[in-house]
Protein backbone atom coordinates (compact mmCIF):
# COMPACT_ATOMS: atom_id res chain seq x y z
CA UNK A 1 0.00 0.00 0.00
CA UNK A 2 3.12 2.39 0.93
CA UNK A 3 4.77 1.47 -2.39
CA UNK A 4 1.35 2.54 -4.32
CA UNK A 5 1.15 5.66 -2.27
CA UNK A 6 4.64 6.79 -2.88
CA UNK A 7 3.87 5.83 -7.03
CA UNK A 8 1.11 8.08 -6.54
CA UNK A 9 2.68 10.82 -5.35
CA UNK A 10 5.66 10.67 -7.61
CA UNK A 11 3.54 10.30 -10.47
CA UNK A 12 1.38 13.69 -9.33
CA UNK A 13 4.21 15.35 -8.77
CA UNK A 14 5.68 14.44 -12.18
CA UNK A 15 2.46 16.16 -13.40
CA UNK A 16 2.71 18.95 -12.32
CA UNK A 17 6.16 19.84 -12.92
CA UNK A 18 5.27 19.06 -17.23
CA UNK A 19 2.83 21.79 -16.87
CA UNK A 20 4.24 25.20 -18.89
CA UNK A 21 3.92 28.40 -17.19
CA UNK A 22 2.20 30.94 -19.84
CA UNK A 23 1.71 33.83 -17.37
CA UNK A 24 3.63 36.96 -18.00
CA UNK A 25 4.64 39.13 -20.39
CA UNK A 26 6.69 37.64 -24.02
CA UNK A 27 8.62 39.39 -27.01
CA UNK A 28 9.32 38.00 -30.08
CA UNK A 29 12.66 38.43 -31.56
CA UNK A 30 11.42 37.83 -35.08
CA UNK A 31 9.74 41.06 -35.07
CA UNK A 32 7.80 43.60 -33.06
CA UNK A 33 5.25 41.75 -30.78
CA UNK A 34 4.81 41.50 -27.34
CA UNK A 35 2.05 38.78 -26.11
CA UNK A 36 0.89 39.13 -22.54
CA UNK A 37 -1.10 36.04 -21.18
CA UNK A 38 -2.71 34.98 -18.32
CA UNK A 39 -2.94 31.17 -17.45
CA UNK A 40 -6.31 29.63 -15.78
CA UNK A 41 -7.39 26.06 -15.44
CA UNK A 42 -6.59 25.46 -19.27
CA UNK A 43 -7.84 28.93 -20.38
CA UNK A 44 -5.28 31.52 -21.72
CA UNK A 45 -6.20 35.02 -21.94
CA UNK A 46 -4.62 38.10 -22.51
CA UNK A 47 -3.24 40.64 -25.70
CA UNK A 48 -1.04 40.91 -28.82
CA UNK A 49 1.03 44.19 -29.33
CA UNK A 50 1.98 45.00 -32.39
CA UNK A 51 3.46 47.98 -34.74
CA UNK A 52 -0.71 48.24 -35.78
CA UNK A 53 -2.20 48.39 -32.43
CA UNK A 54 -3.24 45.80 -29.86
CA UNK A 55 -5.20 41.94 -30.70
CA UNK A 56 -7.23 40.82 -28.10
CA UNK A 57 -6.52 36.60 -27.82
CA UNK A 58 -10.04 35.46 -28.96
CA UNK A 59 -9.62 31.39 -27.92
CA UNK A 60 -6.70 30.46 -25.96
CA UNK A 61 -5.88 27.17 -24.46
CA UNK A 62 -2.79 24.96 -22.83
CA UNK A 63 -2.44 21.70 -22.51
CA UNK A 64 0.69 20.81 -20.94
CA UNK A 65 3.38 22.54 -22.35
CA UNK A 66 0.75 22.95 -25.61
CA UNK A 67 -0.24 26.60 -26.02
CA UNK A 68 -2.93 27.62 -29.25
CA UNK A 69 -4.33 31.21 -29.45
CA UNK A 70 -6.55 32.40 -31.95
CA UNK A 71 -6.76 36.26 -33.31
CA UNK A 72 -9.70 37.54 -35.03
CA UNK A 73 -8.70 40.56 -37.39
CA UNK A 74 -10.36 42.56 -39.55
CA UNK A 75 -7.95 42.87 -42.79
CA UNK A 76 -7.48 46.77 -44.47
CA UNK A 77 -7.02 46.72 -48.28
CA UNK A 78 -5.56 43.17 -48.53
CA UNK A 79 -2.65 43.74 -45.80
CA UNK A 80 -1.69 41.13 -43.84
CA UNK A 81 -1.64 42.79 -40.41
CA UNK A 82 0.40 40.53 -38.79
CA UNK A 83 3.36 40.14 -41.33
CA UNK A 84 2.78 36.69 -42.09
CA UNK A 85 2.48 36.32 -45.61
CA UNK A 86 1.83 39.44 -46.88
CA UNK A 87 -0.35 40.76 -49.70
CA UNK A 88 -3.81 38.90 -49.73
CA UNK A 89 -5.23 39.65 -53.15
CA UNK A 90 -8.71 38.62 -52.59
CA UNK A 91 -8.93 40.51 -49.08
CA UNK A 92 -12.07 42.43 -48.85
CA UNK A 93 -11.96 45.64 -47.09
CA UNK A 94 -13.39 44.82 -43.73
CA UNK A 95 -12.82 41.30 -43.76
CA UNK A 96 -12.19 39.39 -40.32
CA UNK A 97 -9.90 36.80 -40.86
CA UNK A 98 -8.81 34.04 -37.85
CA UNK A 99 -5.20 33.52 -37.19
CA UNK A 100 -3.86 30.71 -34.86
CA UNK A 101 -0.26 30.77 -33.22
CA UNK A 102 0.32 27.18 -32.20
CA UNK A 103 3.01 26.64 -30.39
CA UNK A 104 5.14 24.84 -27.32
CA UNK A 105 6.46 26.56 -24.17
CA UNK A 106 9.79 25.50 -22.69
CA UNK A 107 10.74 27.36 -19.90
CA UNK A 108 11.54 30.98 -20.61
CA UNK A 109 10.47 30.46 -24.30
CA UNK A 110 7.65 29.51 -26.96
CA UNK A 111 8.42 28.99 -30.42
CA UNK A 112 4.88 29.73 -32.52
CA UNK A 113 3.64 28.68 -36.11
CA UNK A 114 1.62 30.64 -37.47
CA UNK A 115 -0.87 30.66 -39.64
CA UNK A 116 -3.48 33.20 -41.25
CA UNK A 117 -6.80 31.06 -42.28
CA UNK A 118 -6.84 32.43 -45.69
CA UNK A 119 -3.76 32.11 -46.80
CA UNK A 120 -1.39 29.03 -47.15
CA UNK A 121 1.94 30.20 -45.63
CA UNK A 122 3.36 29.92 -42.48
CA UNK A 123 5.83 31.69 -39.96
CA UNK A 124 7.81 30.75 -37.18
CA UNK A 125 7.91 32.92 -34.46
CA UNK A 126 10.14 32.26 -31.09
CA UNK A 127 8.78 34.79 -27.80
CA UNK A 128 10.87 34.94 -25.01
CA UNK A 129 9.26 35.48 -21.19
CA UNK A 130 10.20 39.04 -20.53
CA UNK A 131 8.90 38.99 -16.24
Same mark, same amino acid.
Given at each position: %?K?L *??L *?? =? ?5 V?? =? +?? +??? #?? /? ?6 T =?? %? /? &? #???KVT?T????L????? +?E? /? ?6 T =??? %?V ?15 ? *????? &??T?? $????TV???E?K? /?VK?E? *??A???? $????SN
Amino acid at each position: %MKRL *LLL *LA =LSAIATVSA =L +AD +ATG #EW /KCVNVNQT =LN %M /K &Q #EAGKVTGTLKNNLGTLRI +AEG /KIDGDKVT =LTF %MVVLSNGVDPLHIAGYDS *LAEEG &QVTEI $TYTGTVSGNEVKF /KVKQER *LDAEREF $TFKKSN
